[in-house]
């Protein structure tokens, strides 16, 4: 069974440019949760969607903003790039929503802002 | 007060001795517990998760509940130089998964 794939793994932007992060969860899994992981911040939640409706949002300015589709695949957006946007940012996927303690992470999409 | 509290580390241990990596919440409703090892330059994995007060064990890895106590802990039974690696504290109350800032673990050989 295929784990959480994320795309494009590396990537370099400049203040000012939006990027965006794809996610395709584990087969039959229909959450999807997104992270950002800095070394001074640890891990912060940013939002979870599930069949397509985002669940929940964290304390994240309107600049990030994400969405799910029918299959499952998941996209986050961040506009107007800052230096302090440079993070690792990882999906995740649950089976249900119920249960989006038991996370299943992909290897992150690792973005760096100039 | 952070709602996840882990003390950064880094927790050095011999190699084959117990390493037992703690944890405090605040959120005294939260209901589910779980502990992710993360390698350097690695996703977080689950190893680990516990639901009610107690002990659960797997394998060499032993997970404590009190609630009472607002307190959760992971003990590593044997260490392995393969455990050196950053372990993760996480409580899920209501909908959030909120997450520690991690322990850091070395076991030295």
């Known amino acids: 069974k295929a784990g959480v794939t994320q795309t494009p793994r590396y990537l370099i932007k400049t203040r000012g440019q939006q990027v965006t992060l794809s996610c395709s969860p584990i087969?039959?899994?229909?959450?999807v949760s997104w992270y950002q992981q800095t070394p001074g911040q640890g891990l912060q939640f940013l939002f979870e969607?599930?069949?397509?409706?985002?669940?929940n949002k964290g304390n994240f300015p309107g600049r990030f903003s994400g969405r799910q589709f029918s299959n499952s695949r998941s996209e986050m957006n961040v506009s107007t790039l800052e230096l302090g946007d440079s993070a690792l940012y990882l999906c995740?996927?649950?089976?249900?929503?119920?249960?989006?303690?038991?996370?299943?992470f992909g290897e992150g999409s690792r973005l760096t802002v100039l | 007060q952070k709602e996840v509290e882990q003390n950064s580390g880094p927790l050095s241990v011999p190699e084959g001795a117990i390493a037992s990596l703690n944890c405090t919440y605040s959120?005294?409703?939260?209901?589910?517990f779980f502990w992710y090892r993360q390698y350097s330059g690695k996703s977080p994995e689950l190893i680990m998760s516990?639901?009610?007060?107690g002990d659960k064990e797997d394998g060499r890895f032993t997970a404590q509940l009190n609630k009472a106590s607002q307190y959760v802990s992971l003990l590593i039974r044997d260490s392995q130089p393969s455990d050196s690696a950053t372990y993760l504290c996480?409580?899920?109350?209501?909908?959030?998964?909120?997450f520690g800032a991690g322990t850091i673990l070395r076991v030295k050989s």
């Open positions: 087969s039959g899994h229909r959450s």
């Open positions: 959120d005294r409703g939260s209901q589910s």
């Open positions: 996480a409580v899920k109350g209501g909908n959030k998964l909120v």
């Open positions: 969607y599930f069949s397509e409706t985002q669940r």
């Open positions: 516990i639901y009610s007060n």
């Open positions: 995740a996927s649950s089976f249900t929503a119920g249960r989006t303690g038991e996370l299943f």
